[in-house]
């Protein structure tokens, strides 16, 4: 188990960029697949990316392919989302979570959920 929690969300203007970190603590975290979810307005919670426990094999929904970026520092118990050439449609609420297997790209494989950070984008 692990215990997340979201930070470096704010509004920025499109074509922007943001950094959000994710701050876990836990012993076995470097053992951990983490993923980034994201929730908009009237819609449920949809995926992002996530990253392998040793940051060897990356995953990102097609829709930020080639903009964001997920890494991770396993020295410092945070998993990161940069995210570039921001858009209107990017504004959500961000959730990090640690994968408890499963598919990757599904809810329903992750667990220890963090509180969110709001990402806002003007257009």
């Known amino acids: 188990q692990v215990q997340t929690v979201e930070t470096g969300g704010g509004s920025v203007p499109a074509g922007g960029s943001l950094r959000l970190s994710c701050a876990a603590s836990?012993?076995?975290?470097?053992?951990?697949?983490m993923g980034w979810f994201r929730r908009a307005p009237g819609t449920e919670r949809d995926f992002v990316a996530a990253i392998t426990y040793t940051g060897d094999r990356l995953y990102y929904a097609d829709s930020v392919q080639g903009r964001f970026i997920i890494s991770r520092d396993n020295a410092k118990n945070t998993v990161y989302l940069q995210m570039n050439s921001l858009k209107p449609e990017d504004t959500a609420i961000y959730y990090c979570?640690?994968?408890?297997?499963?598919?990757?790209?599904?809810?329903?494989?992750?667990?220890?959920w963090g509180q969110g950070t709001q990402v806002t984008v003007s257009s």
């Open positions: 836990g012993r076995s975290f470097s053992t951990y697949t």
């Open positions: 979570a640690r994968h408890v297997g499963g598919n990757l790209y599904a809810i329903g494989a992750y667990g220890d």
